[in-house]
């Protein structure tokens, strides 16, 4: 059974750093593409970026790219989102998937407050 | 980037009712295009992916289509377990993009 299990979520002031953490498992990690999606209060769903299977690759929203890095590892089956400079915008249900999301975790909640 | 036009945003619907769903894709996407199902409290579900094909698992009264930019999401006979948010996604070109969502409820 495939399995993503986000963590690292909670309440963080603006402008401050945050890295999630997403374990895979019921799969082989290093086959697929993953990525993350945020999903905010109002339910508006946001594609942050993806990342190749071997980690040698990634894509981001344009508006994201110089705030956000996602990270890979494979030995671990772990996949991250590097968030820098956290704003009030930001808050959001963040979501790990498989390749187009064909899975979905469970979602880790990061509110951005002061 | 690629705009999703979903429409409607609310639908009102009677249990045994059939619905549609559109998005509209405001450049070329082929058939890249997936539709997601999210009820309340839980993670969105793949549905439907290629326009028209159905996900593992997904009951025969869901179907996809595709008439030129518009893409449909049609659900046959609603159910009440069918009432969620439904979302289309675009991943022919980077950045992907999302449909703005469609609240399925019971009228």
């Known amino acids: 059974e495939v399995q993503l299990v986000e963590s690292g979520g909670g309440l963080v002031q603006p402008g401050a750093s945050l890295k999630l953490s997403c374990v895979a498992s019921?799969?082989?990690?290093?086959?697929?593409?993953m990525s993350w999606v945020r999903q905010t209060p109002g339910k508006t769903m946001e594609w942050i970026g993806d990342i190749k299977y071997d980690g040698s690759y990634t894509n981001y929203a344009p508006s994201l790219k110089n705030r956000f890095t996602i990270s890979r590892d494979n030995a671990k089956s772990t996949l991250y989102l590097q968030m820098s400079n956290v704003r009030s915008e930001d808050t959001a249900t963040y979501y790990c998937?498989?390749?187009?999301?064909?899975?979905w975790g469970q979602g880790v909640m990061v509110t951005v407050s002061s | 980037d690629i705009q999703m036009t979903q429409s409607p945003s609310s639908l009102p619907a009677s249990l045994g009712d059939r619905v549609t769903i559109t998005c509209r894709a405001s450049?070329?996407?082929?058939?890249?295009l997936r539709w997601f199902q999210q009820k309340p409290g839980k993670s969105p579900r793949l549905m439907i992916y290629?326009?028209?094909n159905l996900a593992a698992g997904v009951p025969s009264r869901f179907s996809g289509s595709r008439s030129g930019s518009d893409y449909s999401l049609t659900i046959n006979s609603l159910e009440s377990e069918d009432m969620a948010i439904y979302y289309c996604?675009?991943?022919?070109?980077?950045?992907?993009?999302f449909g703005s969502g469609t609240k399925l409820e019971i009228k």
């Open positions: 019921g799969f082989t990690f290093s086959d697929y593409w």
């Open positions: 996604l675009q991943h022919n070109e980077y950045p992907l993009t």
């Open positions: 450049q070329d996407i082929g058939n890249y």
């Open positions: 290629g326009a028209t």
């Open positions: 998937t498989r390749a187009r999301m064909d899975y």
